[in-house]
């Protein structure tokens, strides 16, 4: 199935301020050389509709660093924390 380009329309149509690189990206760092253009590509956007990102998925210090080299400032994953309940933010 080719990936729904159209979809990138609604970066202008609704209130967006943070974009959110999907785990499967992060994943790619280490498997796929494609995967440090793409999520440079995410970020360069970002970066020039003045937008935040957060890195999802960063389970090892090699996600991490290679993140931070690249200028995401933002990242969830294992690396710095397992799940946390949603009784304890409540």
Request: with cysteine.
């Amino acid at each position: 199935m080719a990936p729904d380009i159209q979809s990138l329309s609604y970066l202008h149509q609704l209130p967006f301020d943070t974009l959110k690189i999907d785990r499967s990206f992060v994943n790619a760092l280490q498997q796929k050389p494609d995967g440090n253009r793409i999520i440079q590509t995410i970020l360069d956007l970002a970066k020039n509709l003045k937008m935040d990102v957060v890195a999802e998925g960063a389970e090892t210090e090699h996600h991490v660093d290679q993140l931070r080299e690249m200028g995401c400032r933002f990242a969830q994953g294992h690396y710095f924390s397992r799940p946390v309940d949603t009784a304890i933010l409540q």
